[in-house]
């Protein structure tokens, strides 16, 4: 494979020393010129690739968001259903939880101080609004395809969000506390039990022979 460009290469290598040194002294502690010194870059070249220490972080957690956002499109086309896509989403939260291990407290004190600056906020938060409208469209594609009932997708997609960020947090702070994952599975089945239309097994049922005999016999 031909190498990459030497400017994306010092932009990958700049991204990979500042998650190391994110994780080792804390969001807030890292400054520029410490990423600098362990990237063995200068100021300019580090200014050149990312107009500043918020943008850096922003691409990390891209970049993370990025990985998520595959895993969750190929169980999306694997699926037959709505209900089977967010059964098949649950059952890798596992892997969701490892890939965000130590991750989550670095996130939270990031954005505890974008909160401080509004542009910087409306950029942090970009990623929670696109999951949940990610969210919403599924379950309302699970309403006209006719597994689920007639809900409020907006309003359906703030619980799977909420029951999503609040197994991460609790993962975070209490890992050995629960197996989150199989928590994370009846969670959503406990939502499905709510939302999961039965018209279809009523209109099987209705149609299959052996049933209609049982009704006639009655």
């Not at 059952?91 to 101080?113: K, N, Y």
């Not at 029951?163 to 406990?190: F, K, N, Y």
């Amino acid at each position: 494979m031909p190498s990459q460009p030497r400017g994306i290469r010092t932009r990958t290598h700049i991204l990979d020393v500042a998650l190391e040194c994110f994780s080792r002294s804390g969001y807030d502690a890292t400054g520029v010129a410490e990423i600098c010194l362990a990237a063995g870059v200068t100021k300019g070249a580090f200014y050149h690739h990312f107009p500043s220490k918020h943008a850096v972080f922003l691409e990390l957690l891209e970049r993370w968001l990025s990985d998520l956002d595959e895993q969750l499109a190929a169980v999306r086309g694997g699926s037959e259903t709505v209900p089977d896509s967010l059964r098949r989403m649950a059952s890798i939260t596992p892997l969701i939880f490892e890939s965000a291990r130590g991750r989550v407290p670095l996130f939270l004190e990031f954005w505890t101080q974008a909160s401080r600056d509004p542009q910087v906020w409306q950029a942090s938060i970009a990623p929670y609004r696109r999951y949940r409208q990610f969210f919403a469209a599924l379950l309302e594609a699970g309403v006209v395809e006719g597994s689920l009932r007639p809900l409020d997708p907006q309003l359906a997609a703030h619980w799977l969000v909420a029951l999503a960020v609040g197994l991460l947090l609790q993962g975070a702070l209490d890992p050995t506390g629960a197996e989150w994952g199989r928590v994370a599975q009846d969670g959503v089945e406990s939502l499905l039990a709510i939302w999961a239309s039965h018209s279809r097994a009523e209109n099987s049922a209705t149609n299959d022979p052996s049933s209609q005999r049982r009704e006639a016999s009655s």
